[in-house]
Every structure is written in structure tokens, then in C-alpha cells.
């Protein structure tokens, strides 16, 4: 990413959550208060991004969106709900089974940690960014009210996360932990993923659990999404945010030690989810894997 700018990438996701909380057919998909604070967000970081923010609230706008969808990546805004609703899920058992930290890795403007602290009392909460777009996101958090969720800035493709520093800070080495790395490590080369894996466990008590994504490898060797088309991959190079590191599910397994890989959840475990929109489009490359200590 540009490293003085927020993430283009998170932006465009914030709009398209807010997109589809004002679609009818997706609504239930992504909750008034994920929708809210996207908005917020969109509204404070710059003119372009307000106006963006109120023209996907606009049935008109509708037509628009499916069709550069149709151009870029078909199926990518269901796959961006569903994605973020089975980690939400995974979250929520996690906290109910006793899970007393959630921590949440490059967490862009997702809202995912500012609903589970309402949800959640006695849990405690943090989201590790990039200082450039974090800045937006607490912004953004403490003009809604939202007080319980620890921010700290790092640059992870630039600096290992300071194990010394964030347990000073609060967080517990000592109790359960939820890890959350969602739409992240795809932008990492493969060393940065594999100390960060290392990094986590080293701060994980036994029964920690890991979510994360990646991008599973094409037949040809590329890191992306089966139906991207090449004008995604020249906006995100040029964004400044390419895909870096890819895998297989028979090779993760190894690449993710100590963790040990629980399950993985594809295009058709999400579909299962959006069970009411079958004939919707879900787009095909990138897996949830839930991982544990």
C-alpha cells in the first residue's frame, strides 16, 4: 500500500459493505452497525470517499457496481460478505466457548471487533494496521462510541509485531486467544507470513485458535482469483498493494507450524451461508482456514 495514504483495498470494501446493507437482497448480510461505521469512514477520510459513500446507498447506483463487477471480479461482493460473516461466526463460538482475547491482524475498517465488544463484556479487543489507515478507523470508532478496543499501530509488512511491547500494552500470553487475519497475508511475501505465524504462537496458550485467509494458487502458478481479470491485477499493483504470497491447502499445513490446521472454508462452505442466493455468483480463490494451538 501507499504508505502514507490508507488502503485503497480496505476502502473499497468499506463501500461495498455499505452497498450491501442498502441492497434488500443482501441486507442481512452486513448489520446496520458494520454498515455505520463503514460509512463513518468513508465520510471523514476524504471528499472522493464521501461522495463514494452516498452513491452506493443509491438503488440507481446498483446496475453500476454489478456491472464493474462483471469486469473486475465476478462474484467478489458476496464473497467479501460471506467472507467476513464466517469469520464473524467463527469469532462469536470462539468468545461463547471462552475465548478471552480477540485480536485482529491488518484490520483495515472492518467492524467485526466493535460489535463483538458490545456482544462480549469481559473480552478484550485489538486491532494491529498500518498507522496510515488505522487513523481513520479510530476516527472513525470514537465518534460512534465505541471504547473498548485496542489500537495498535504497525506496519507488518515493514516490522515484526513487538512481543515485549504488546504484552506491556495489555494483552495476556497467558489466556485463549482468537487471531484474525482476514484479506491480509495474500499482500505479504511468503517469510513474513511464515515469522508472523511463528510470532502468534509464541503468544498463543494452548487452545488459541488462528482465522486467516489466503489465496490458493492457480493451476498455472498465479496468485489470484479464479475469474479476476487482468484490470484487477493492474489496479492493485499500481495501488501498490499486489497479491505476494499464495498456497495450497496440502502445502499449508506445513508452512503454518506450530499451528495446526483445524479446517479450511471455500467458495461452496460460504455459499452454504448466502444458502438463499444459489444463483448468485461467489467468487473462487481465496480460503478461510481455522487453525489452532
Known sequence: MQHEQASRTALLIAGSLVLLHHDAKYSRLVSKTSADLCARVLENHSAQTRWFSKIVRQPWFRPIAKLIERI???????????????????????????????????????????????????????????????????????????????FVAVDLSAASLDREAFISGGFDPAKRTFWIAEGLLMYFPAEIVSSLMRTLSSLSAPGSQLAFTFMEKQRDGHIRFASQTKLVTWWLRTRGEPFLWGTTRSELAEFVWPWRVVRFFDHNDLRKIGSELNNEAIAKGEVICLAAI
Open 72 to 150: 473486475t471480479i465476478p462474484g467478489i461482493l458476496l464473497h467479501y460478505a460471506l467472507r467476513k460473516k464466517c469469520i464473524s461466526e467463527l469469532a462469536h463460538t470462539a468468545l461463547a466457548n471462552g475465548v478471552a482475547q480477540v485480536v485482529v491482524l491488518g484490520a483495515g475498517f472492518d467492524p467485526l471487533s466493535s460489535e463483538l465488544q458490545r456482544e462480549f463484556p469481559t473480552a478484550l479487543f485489538w486491532e494491529i494496521d498500518h498507522p496510515a489507515t488505522q487513523h481513520y478507523k479510530v476516527r472513525a470508532c470514537s465518534e460512534i462510541g465505541i471504547e473498548r478496543v485496542h
